[in-house]
T-cell receptor, first 117, second 116 residues
Framework: EADIYQTPRYLVIGTGKKITLECSQT?????MYWYQQDPGMELHLIHY???????EKGDLSSESTVSRIRTEHFPLTLESARPSHTSQYLC????????????????FGPGTRLLVL | TQLLEQSPQFLSIQEGENLTVYCNSS?????LQWYRQEPGEGPVLLVT?????EVKKLKRLTFQFGDARKDSSLHITAAQPGDTGLYLC????????????????FGQGTILTVHP
């Protein structure tokens, strides 16, 4: 079982509020990711990080921002939430290897379901 | 841009039936993962396949990686209601040096419902 945690699990907030979704992993993984997913649909990568002080935007444009000050922590922030941000946000991590192919495996947290009214 | 086409998108079957889910791409992947996800939860890794032609079995689930590492299949024998969920395949890219970037390309998912 993967040791990756997300809080809160559920969040209902009003438009215009600033929110931070927390993600922590205890596996010492260098790589971390944030995905956005609507119910029963595919995952869309919105941010990723290859290590401390490394952050990149993903394939899906997002108004959120991320930071990676510590290896184990990868929070996602929305400065001003809008109803269009309503979705499930999934955090994941993986190892950074230099050989072989199994490094592609990602381990996911339980997700944060966000509802913006 | 790498794409993974997953089919079928929806599958509704009776308990005891067999089923196969497919993931196909024109791109080569360094590895391919299969995940199962329940509503309101994160995807849980079922298996990672790495070698072209590789077959892995997990109880009633059989996973195969295509010889050219462009496609994969998941076969479930004698499906049970507990198998109900969203099944996702995901391929990992790699650079010419063989080091995995780590980014995954996800298929659209297959929603499986197994009726008692």
């Amino acid at each position: 079982e993967a040791d990756i945690y997300q809080t809160p699990r559920y969040l209902v907030i009003g438009t215009g509020k600033k929110i931070t979704l927390e993600c922590s992993q205890t596996m010492g993984h260098d790589k971390m990711y944030w995905y956005q997913q609507d119910p029963g649909m595919e995952l869309h990568l919105i941010h990723y990080s290859y290590g401390v002080n490394s952050t990149e935007k993903g394939d899906l444009s997002s108004e959120s921002t991320v930071s990676r000050i510590r290896t184990e922590h990868f929070p996602l922030t929305l400065e001003s939430a809008r109803p269009s941000h309503t979705s499930q946000y999934l955090c994941a991590s993986s190892e950074f290897g230099t050989s072989g192919r199994a490094e592609g495996t990602q381990y996911f947290g339980p997700g944060t379901r966000l509802l913006v009214l | 841009t790498q794409l993974l086409e997953q089919s079928p998108q929806f599958l509704s079957i009776q308990e005891g039936e067999n089923l196969t889910v497919y993931c196909n791409s024109s791109s080569v992947f360094s590895s391919l993962q299969w995940y199962r996800q329940e509503p309101g939860e994160g995807p849980v890794l079922l298996v990672t396949v790495v070698t072209g032609g590789e077959v892995k079995k997990l109880k009633r689930l059989t996973f195969q990686f295509g010889d050219a590492r462009k496609d994969s299949s998941l076969h479930i024998t004698a499906a049970q209601p507990g198998d109900t969920g969203l099944y996702l395949c995901a391929g990992a890219g790699s650079n010419a040096g063989g080091t995995s970037y780590g980014k995954l390309t996800f298929g659209q998912g297959t929603i499986l419902t197994v009726h008692p």
